[in-house]
Every structure is written in structure tokens, then in C-alpha cells.
């Protein structure tokens, strides 16, 4: 046979192993009903978990976008037409944004709409931005590659800001810890020998 193996899904075998033993543990006619609400939850909730690989993706996609705004903001100051100055930045970007950007210029060549073409980069942090703007220059005929660069300033100045509330908050977290660490060592070098001779001196 030629097509591929079957696999089970892992996490709905999960859940519902969960939402059996929950059901087992219960019993009575609570068991059942409490069974199926843990086996949904418990589905929903590891779905929601990014694997390190999507993670990876996610953040490589979000930091190579302001890049290809400005490479296509500059392929369209050239007089590039838009399908071929979206898969000239996609081979020049590479990596999962540009398969993205390789579909984008796929669905515009083909003739398919700006927002089924555009809609490729709804996932990324900022392509839909992008695809809003691109689709209303295609509704409009207003000149793209301003908008570009504006956008492109735009999704650096965030990333910047994003940057530094992860650096305050990583800040703050890291605080907790040393905090718990240094307090044993107060009380017992600072607080303790006093409390012993205040007290040697009241007997």
C-alpha cells in the first residue's frame, strides 16, 4: 500500500484515558458525565501546548517579517508586479516565512484573490497587518511599498517593546527565587544571634 501509516493520536488517547480513570474513580452516575468533561478538557488543554519546534517556528516567522516588508516594499519601488516581487522575497527570506510568502505569490499567479492570497500570513505575529494592507492597496490602488516600510518600522518598534517587558519580567521572576534563598541566611546570620542575646540577657 502506498499511503502511510496509520498513527494514533496521542493526545486523544490521553484524554481519554484520563477521562476513563476519572469515571473509575467517581463511579455512581457522576462518573460517566465527569468522565467526558475531564477526557474534553484535558483534549483542549494539551492541544493548546506549543511544542518547542511550533514555538521555534512561531518566533523565526514573527523575527523574519519586518525583513520581508522592507524586501518587498523595495521590489515594488523597482516596478516589480506584486505576485512576482512576493516569491522573489520568498526565495530571499527562506525558512517557514518564506514557504508562507511561496504560497502568497502561488495564489496571486494563479489568480486567486488578495484575501485567500494574503490570508497565508494571518498566523504570523504581524502578517495579518501586512495582509490587511496589502488587500486594501489591492481594493484601492494605493501604493504598497509605503505602507510596507511604515509596517515594517512598525513590527520592529513592537518587537523592541516586547523585548524589553520579557527582560523586566524575567527581572521580577528571577528576584523570587534569590529572595527565598537569602532569607534562611538573614534570619539565621542576622536575626537569630540577636534574638539569643537579648534573650541571655532577660534569664
Not at 57 to 68: N, S
Not at 82 to 101: C, K, M
Not at 146 to 167: V, Y
Amino acid at each position: 500500500m502506498g499511503g502511510r501509516a496509520w498513527r494514533p493520536d496521542l493526545i486523544r488517547l490521553a484524554a481519554l484515558l484520563a477521562g476513563l480513570a476519572a469515571a473509575l474513580l467517581l463511579g455512581g452516575w457522576t462518573g460517566p458525565a465527569a468522565g467526558i468533561v475531564v477526557a474534553v478538557g484535558c483534549d483542549r488543554s494539551l492541544r493548546r501546548i506549543e511544542t518547542p519546534a511550533a514555538r521555534e517556528r512561531r518566533l523565526r516567522e514573527g523575527a523574519d517579517l519586518p525583513l520581508a516588508a522592507d524586501l518587498l516594499a523595495a521590489a515594488l519601488r523597482a516596478g516589480a508586479p506584486v505576485d512576482r516581487a512576493v516569491a522573489a522575497v520568498a526565495e530571499a527570506v527562506g525558512g517557514p516565512l518564506g514557504e508562507r510568502l511561496r504560497r502568497v505569490g502561488r495564489i496571486l499567479l494563479l489568480g486567486g484573490g488578495p484575501e485567500e492570497a494574503w490570508s497565508q500570513l494571518a498566523p504570523v505575529a504581524g502578517g495579518e497587518r501586512l495582509g490587511t494592507a496589502a488587500v486594501r492597496s489591492a481594493a484601492s490602488g494605493a501604493a504598497l511599498a509605503g505602507a510596507l516600510g511604515r509596517l515594517a518600522d512598525d513590527l520592529r518598534a513592537d518587537r523592541a517593546t516586547a523585548a524589553e517587558a520579557d527582560a523586566r519580567r524575567a527581572g521580577v521572576l528571577i528576584v523570587l527565587p534569590l529572595g527565598l534563598c537569602f532569607l534562611p541566611a538573614f534570619i539565621l546570620a542576622g536575626l537569630v544571634p540577636v534574638i539569643v542575646a537579648v534573650l541571655g540577657d532577660v534569664l
